[in-house]
């Protein structure tokens, strides 16, 4: 192999090996070898060769996903646990946010919860805890941010007090701020105000379909028309299909709450005068529920296009947060064959919630299924409970065609075809 043909393939190469390439194509430059003994130049030639391709395969692997696929390393953020005297649920809820929205900006890499538990422990954290007793818990990951604070309940109000601290400042001091939550749904929006306040992250943008169009012909449509789901009070089974690590099972009847990390669906005693009554039942332990979630998904559901939808239903829970989500697919060429496959198009997040302390709430919401590429035909509901173990119970999903949609999505980066 020639030396040509050496430097072609030598910037393929991952670059921390490349001064290894370089520093024996020296030795050989200025090596007696390369005017008196050509044999052996060929072989050092090949060694070269073969020593930098098993760099490559063996330790460059790593290297090759994390600085082409990855990207550049990112900062990492701390977002310790908050004290107060808000509901210790809230409170996970608020860091799980914090962390969930910095990952989603992509300039930070937060530290997972399960691991900043790991690393605090039972130790309590205030507003008043001090830099440098907080740099001692996380300071083998080290981050550049740091968000702590406390999370405090003043009857129907809520008053969250943080300290942000980027270490890359110049004489980097805690800023503290403070946002007053008068309603739970509105904490979003005070996570994201202090978010904001850190270098690099981009203000955040929000949706038209954040609320229900509640109007005198959507109320008339919600009466008349018909419930699409398959199954939506659970009388028959094998139609709502349970997703959790790598088990895949139609929920089964039963007539228990279900087991650790499982999902039945319960049977409700029978009462005169009442059509059967089952409700959906999930079991979540601590390990499921801070890391992948429980969910449950419902059959296919063809939908119209042009049309706004609402989502209904109730749930109890004892502990499990939610966030369900409705799916919208379209029909394309399969990857894997001739024919067409059911692709995810769109998503539809309806807003958390949480603990009910026994009682069924009711969930609305509505959706405006679009995609500035493909049509959105299919809709499947995703029944998704994480956050806090315990059982969480679902019963009486409804979807329905509501009216025209509400807003019309436009992305001015993709253009039509030029029709010939």
Not at 29 to 58: D, E, K, T
Not at 111 to 130: E, N
Not at 209 to 220: G, R
Request: glycine share 6%; aromatic share 10%.
């Amino acid at each position: 192999m020639g030396e040509a043909s050496l430097r072609r393939i030598t910037p393929r190469l991952p670059q921390r090996r490349s001064h290894l390439v370089t520093s024996i194509q020296l030795r050989l430059q200025s090596s007696p070898i390369r005017g008196y003994y050509p044999l052996m130049r060929s072989v050092y030639f090949i060694a070269v060769f073969w020593m930098a391709l098993a760099s490559f395969g063996f330790a460059g692997i790593s290297s090759v996903r994390a600085d082409d696929s990855a990207g550049p390393v990112k900062p990492k953020a701390a977002v310790f646990p908050l004290g107060g005297n808000a509901a210790a649920s809230l409170k996970d809820h608020v860091q799980f946010a914090f962390r969930a929205k910095l990952d989603r900006q992509g300039t930070y890499e937060p530290i997972d919860g399960p691991t900043m538990a790991d690393l605090v422990g039972d130790k309590l954290i205030t507003l008043a805890t001090t830099p440098d007793a907080l740099k001692a818990f996380v300071d083998e990951q080290k981050p550049v941010v740091y968000i702590w604070g406390e999370l405090d309940e003043q009857g129907s109000k809520w008053t969250l007090k943080v300290n942000v601290l980027d270490y890359r400042e110049k004489n980097a001091k805690p800023h503290q701020i403070v946002k007053v939550v008068n309603e739970e749904t509105e904490m979003r929006f005070a996570i994201e105000g202090v978010l904001e306040t850190i270098k690099g992250i981009d203000a955040f943008e929000h949706p038209l379909e954040t609320s229900v169009w509640d109007d005198a012909e959507s109320k008339k449509l919600w009466e008349k028309n018909p419930n699409l789901v398959p199954n939506p009070r659970f009388v028959e089974p094998n139609m709502w299909t349970v997703l959790y690590m790598a088990e895949k099972y139609p929920a089964p009847f039963a007539s228990k709450l279900p087991a650790v990390d499982k999902v039945c669906i319960l049977k409700v005693p029978y009462e005169a005068g009442k059509e059967p009554h089952n409700v959906l039942a999930m079991n979540l332990s601590k390990d499921c529920a801070e890391n992948n979630g429980m969910a449950c998904l419902s059959e296919f559901i063809k939908i119209e296009p042009g049309t706004r939808y609402r989502l209904q239903f109730k749930y109890k829970s004892e502990g499990p947060s939610l966030h369900v989500f409705v799916k919208g697919y379209t029909l394309a060429k399969s990857a894997v064959g001739n024919g067409l496959e059911k692709r995810e198009c769109y998503k539809r997040q309806v807003p958390p919630s949480g603990a009910t302390g026994g009682k069924w709430v009711t969930i609305i919401d509505d959706m405006n299924p679009q995609n500035p590429t493909y049509p959105v035909q299919y809709f499947r509901v995703d029944l998704y409970a994480y956050l806090t173990p315990g059982v969480v119970e679902f019963d009486d999903i409804q979807l329905k065609a509501v009216g025209g949609l509400m807003h019309t999505q436009k992305d001015d980066s993709i253009k039509p075809a030029k029709k010939d």
